[in-house]
């Protein structure tokens, strides 16, 4: 039996993943996104110098000398509050009462915390007795720009916009970034046998999870979903619900791919579709290529852990790519089995695994189910946080042996 590789047929799929348009969005609508352009600062960050604590904004000649047994007592002559636009004049022997974040009077250049001084903020509006000197002239001043300057890069182009990129383009004046649409799927799960979860199931019908499992795989692929929809083991449906479902960039159909008398996708679209039996354990039936539409078609088998594994590998880093991300691909780390596990002989496999992390220095990976990798542990997803992936060549996972894990989170 010829197999392709997996590099084989990620080469082939990834080959067809066309970028999506570019659009611009203000940034309360780009958490998700992945950014088409760089995002670069429109001011400086800080924007001015300001004070990095409570307390009195000083000339450092003043109290360079200050101590327990050396008390200096200034005059204070205005108070800064944050947000504040003033710029009080600071003569010697004074002092201005300033909050975090307030813009330091040009005549200050050091700050004494209201731990320094003897009354603290008690006694902070007509006298600020020092009683520790600032290290340093500049001591607790954040300076304009020492973080980022107009024009430098706060965000590369191909990264996702998570909390910490979004809050720092709006740190940096943005308010708006140049980003990759989502791609528009559209996920059909096949199969006669396949009932709505919670109805009452006929003899030979099964509760349908696929369309959960990839709709919601492609919604953490940041994704946009266009429709999600079961179709019986009938070709003219299965055609009809493609060409109900037009614009979409991507579908994902799961089940009729094997080799079964009523495999539907494959009757459908033997044509026009390109099957291969991949070298991957789950998930060796594979389906790919370009719809007449434009879009492109990922055919996967049926079994859940199949589809699951298959999404891994081909589907999501596709989606990825068609939005432009710079990474594509889970982080891996390389751990030490706790149990021994069977190994399919000439394929690589994908075993759904849990991670014991009660030791921080010594996590180990173990199957999630004591079924292993079998395709049809649906339910035993649920206890799968990544993927234990053992090359085509290793016969046998042993106890102590070192194992690549994908994580899923």
Known sequence: MNFR??????????????????????????????????????????????????????????????????????????????????????????????????????????????????????????????????KAAGAHIRRRGEDKEPGDQIVPAGARLGAFELSAAAAAGVDAVAVARRPRVLVLSTGSELARPGAELGRGRIPESNSVLLSQLAHEADAELAAVSTVADDPSAFLRALADHTGVDAVITSGGVSAGAYEVVKNALGGSIEFAKVAMQPGKPQGFGRLPSGAVLFALPGNPVSAAVSFEAFVRPALLAMQGRTRIDRDAIRLTAAAGWRTPPGRTQFLPAAIDRRDPAAWTVSPATARGSGSHIAGGLAAAEAFAVVPAGVEEVRAGDAVDVLLRC
């Not at 611009?24 to 600062?41: D, S």
């Not at 409570?54 to 002559?77: E, S, T």
């Open 5 to 134: 590789s997996i590099a084989e047929h990620r080469e082939r799929v990834l080959s067809e993943a066309v970028r999506t348009p570019v659009e611009t969005v203000p940034l309360a609508l780009a958490a998700g996104r992945t950014l088409a352009e760089r995002v670069e600062a429109r001011v400086a960050i800080p924007v001015f110098d300001n004070s990095a604590m409570d307390g009195f904004a000083v000339r450092f000649a003043d109290v360079a000398g200050a101590g327990p047994d050396a008390l200096v007592r200034l005059r204070v002559v205005a108070d800064v509050p944050a947000g504040s636009g003033d710029d009080p004049a600071i003569r010697p022997g004074e002092a201005a009462r300033i909050m975090t974040g307030a813009i330091v009077p040009a005549d200050a250049d050091a700050i004494v915390p209201f731990e320094d001084t003897r009354g603290g903020l008690d006694d902070s509006l007509r006298w600020a007795d020092v009683t520790r000197a600032p």
